[in-house]
């Protein structure tokens, strides 16, 4: 076998060699790929999750708020009934429209993250806790019982705990 066969199989070699290590680097950067969407994706429905939920605890703050000045207007002076009520019917109602349409866009928002993360075939929909709809049936739920701030703050605690469990567990899933 002369020089010129010799670097001929050699450079076949090598050639076989070097598409190898091509095709591995490029399953490693597909996986890279998928791996960045995947955490962006569940990241994301992680914030906007926080986000929905501290826009449905501001209104039920507002709600508590006017049941507390109610409360107290019951024993005060016609004036400051009347002012109570300009207030409700005023900077009250606007604040609660607001807060409706933030709710509604907040909603729209972690919906649409939450559908991202379910057609990357992520299994989310057992947990009541990252459902939209459950939460904000649960916090209808507080202000049809009246409840008081601090024992929405601890149901919401328990809540947030469970979903932040969960997004550990689809985080670590990766």
């Known amino acids: 076998m002369n020089t010129i066969q010799l670097f001929s199989h050699l450079s076949n070699i090598v050639t076989v060699i070097a598409f190898l290590f ?17 955490i962006e994706s569940l990241l994301n429905m992680e914030d906007l999750f926080e986000i929905y939920v501290a826009a449905l605890m501001r ?19 016609v004036e400051d009934r009347r002012n109570l009520d300009e207030y409700l ?16 866009e907040q909603s729209t928002s972690y919906s649409l993250a939450r559908y991202r993360v379910i057609r990357l075939n992520f ?11 459950w939460l904000r049936d649960k916090f209808d739920e507080f202000l049809q019982r009246n ?8 149901e919401i605690s328990k809540i947030k705990k469970v979903a932040y469990e969960e997004f550990k567990i689809l985080r670590s899933s990766i």
Do not use: C
């Open 89 to 104: 019917r005023g900077r009250f109602r606007d604040m609660i429209s607001e807060s409706a349409r933030e709710i509604n």
């Open 147 to 154: 409840n008081s701030l601090e024992e929405v703050a601890g």
């Open 22 to 38: 091509a095709a591995y680097q490029f399953f490693l950067w597909r996986k890279q790929q998928r791996y960045s969407l995947e």
């Open 123 to 133: 299994d989310i929909d057992t947990k009541n806790e990252l459902d939209p709809e």
């Open 59 to 77: 209104v039920h703050g507002y709600f508590d708020k006017a049941n507390k000045l109610a409360i107290e207007a019951k024993d005060k002076a």
